[in-house]
């Protein structure tokens, strides 16, 4: 069955700590790879892609994630988080043609000032 | 503002009642989705559209619940006989076609509180 699984459902940092979350996925086949990050009262907004190429990608805000195929995970990583990243972080996975997003449940960060 | 615009934000009824909701994708957007998305868990899939055709359509939605995209730009999903589980914020996205063009935007949700 296609599913995503985030270890954390809550994490709480000070700021200026590094961040990693966990993301790993169940999905046959090439897949896409994504994390979304929704602020308080905000819509989900893209955070940053895998698609192909470099297992290393890097989104908005400083924040970067590491495909690593044979463990089937995509872990998010900040190496300092700012009170401005408390939000909820959400893991999601599709088909290399598309198609609907599986999501996993989300992790709610708080940066503590 | 050019990104996905659902109406209403918010709507309370009473359990029984209809309700329909409208989504306005990004104008070149060929895909849409509809995702529900409950407290403290990620966004379930529900349905989605290419064009106007619907595409694929969750074993979670029940019969009560329908959803068109009838000139391949709008769609409404419409929620016959509310109950009070079907309380949830409903999302929808809309995509580009396919291959590595697939990054969804996501509108800022229709939340339903059923009474």
């Known amino acids: 069955a296609q599913s995503v699984s985030q270890h954390n459902h809550h994490v709480i940092l000070s700021e200026a700590a590094s961040l990693e979350l966990g993301c790993n996925y169940s999905?046959?086949?090439?897949?896409?790879l994504f994390w979304y990050v929704q602020y308080p009262g905000q819509h989900l907004q893209l955070l940053l892609k895998?698609?192909?190429?470099?297992?290393l990608v890097k989104g908005i805000k400083g924040f970067e994630a590491e495909f690593i195929k044979s463990k089937f995970s995509f872990n998010l990583r900040k190496p300092s988080v700012q009170w401005s990243d408390t939000a909820e972080y959400f893991c999601?996975?599709?088909?290399?043609?598309?198609?609907?997003?599986?999501f996993g449940q989300g992790t709610e960060l708080s940066v503590k000032p | 503002d050019t990104g996905v615009s659902q109406n209403p934000r918010h709507k309370i009824t009473k359990r029984g009642q209809n309700v329909t909701f409208r989504c306005d994708p990004i104008?070149?957007?060929?895909?849409l989705y509809w995702y529900r998305q409950t407290l403290g868990q990620g966004p379930e899939f529900l349905t989605y559209f290419q064009n106007e055709a619907q595409l694929e359509k969750s074993r979670l939605l029940s019969d009560r619940f329908s959803a068109e995209r009838p000139k391949g730009s709008f769609s409404t999903l419409e929620i016959q006989r509310t109950e009070q589980g079907d309380s949830a914020m409903y999302l929808c996205?809309?995509?580009?076609?396919?291959?590595?063009?697939?990054?969804?935007?996501f509108g800022q949700g229709t939340r339903l509180t059923v009474v």
């Open positions: 999601a996975v599709n088909g290399y043609q598309g198609g609907k997003l599986i």
């Open positions: 104008s070149e957007h060929n895909r």
């Open positions: 999905y046959g086949g090439t897949v896409n």
């Open positions: 996205a809309s995509s580009l076609g396919r291959g590595q063009n697939t990054e969804a935007f």
């Open positions: 895998y698609f192909s190429g470099d297992p």
